[in-house]
C-alpha cells in the first residue's frame, strides 16, 4: 500500500482563491518531504524542500508567498497555493524520506500519488 | 547544461523488444541512481536503483551506470504493453538531499 497520502487527488477551483494540498507519511515520521510540480508531458521540477518546525527552502523561481508550506508534524506536510491563477493548473506531487529501508544512505524516498490542480 | 538529460521520446517498441533507455548527467556528486515509472495521471513509482557503477539485474529490468561517462541505462527485456509508462531517470547524492529529475522517456510498447 500506499506509504505517502496526498489530498485531495484533483481539487479545482475558481481562480483567486486558495486550495491546500496535503501529503502524509503513513507509519513513518518525515522530517523531510519534497514538493514538486509537474506540468503535462514534462519532468517533475522540485519547488520547495520541506522541512519539520522549520521554513521551507524554495528553488530559485518558485514564489514563497504564493505556494505556502507547512510541515507542522512529522507526517503532514501542506502546499496551500494563494489567490491561484489558470496558469497554476498543474499535478503537484510530494515526496518523502523515509530512514526505515535504508536503501540510499539509509534513506528511502516515497512519492505520494499526485493532486491534479486545475484552476478556472 | 541540464543536470540530468534525457531523451523525452516517445519510443514505440513492439511486444517482446528489448528496450533501452537512457540518461546522462552532470554532476559527480550523484551516488545513487533511481529509476522511476510513472503511468499517466499518477506518482512516480521506485522501479530499481544501483549504487555506484556497475550493473544491477531485477527480473525482466536491467540497470546500468558507467560514473566514468555520466551515462545511465535501463533495459528492458521482453516488453509488455504493461511496460507502457514514461521512465525517469533520477541520479541522487544520498541522504536528505534533493532528487533531480530527467524529463522522462515515454514508452509505448504495443501488443
Known amino acids: 500500500g500506499a506509504v505517502v497520502s496526498q489530498h485531495p487527488s484533483r481539487v479545482i477551483c475558481k481562480s483567486g482563491t486558495s486550495v491546500k494540498i496535503e501529503c502524509r507519511s503513513l507509519d513513518f515520521q518525515a522530517t523531510t518531504m519534497f514538493w514538486y510540480r509537474q506540468f503535462p508531458k514534462q519532468s517533475l521540477m522540485l519547488m520547495a524542500t520541506s522541512n519539520e518546525g522549520s521554513k521551507a527552502t524554495y528553488e530559485q523561481g518558485v514564489e514563497k508567498d504564493k505556494f505556502l508550506i507547512n510541515h507542522a508534524s512529522l507526517t503532514l506536510s501542506t502546499l496551500t497555493v494563494t489567490s491561484a491563477h489558470p496558469e497554476d493548473s498543474s499535478f503537484y506531487i510530494c515526496?518523502?524520506?523515509?530512514?526505515?529501508?535504508?536503501?540510499?544512505?539509509?534513506?528511502?524516498?516515497?512519492f505520494g500519488e499526485g493532486s491534479w490542480l486545475t484552476v478556472v | 547544461q541540464k543536470e540530468v538529460e534525457q531523451d523525452p521520446g516517445p519510443l514505440s517498441v513492439p511486444e517482446g523488444a528489448i528496450v533501452s533507455l537512457n540518461c546522462t548527467y552532470s554532476?559527480?556528486?550523484?551516488?545513487?541512481f533511481m529509476w522511476y515509472r510513472q503511468y499517466s495521471r499518477k506518482g512516480p513509482e521506485l522501479l530499481m536503483y544501483?549504487?555506484?557503477?556497475g550493473n544491477k539485474e531485477d527480473g525482466r529490468f536491467t540497470a546500468q551506470v558507467d560514473k566514468s561517462s555520466k551515462y545511465i541505462s535501463l533495459f528492458i527485456r521482453d516488453s509488455q504493453p504493461s511496460d507502457s509508462a514514461t521512465y525517469l531517470c533520477?541520479?541522487?547524492?544520498?541522504?536528505?538531499?534533493?532528487?533531480?529529475f530527467g524529463t522522462g522517456t515515454k514508452l509505448q510498447v504495443i501488443p
Open positions: 544501483t549504487y555506484s557503477s
Open positions: 533520477a541520479p541522487f547524492s544520498g541522504g536528505y538531499q534533493k532528487v533531480t
Open positions: 515526496s518523502a524520506t523515509s530512514p526505515m529501508d535504508s536503501l540510499f544512505g539509509g534513506n528511502t524516498i516515497y
Open positions: 554532476n559527480s556528486a550523484f551516488q545513487y
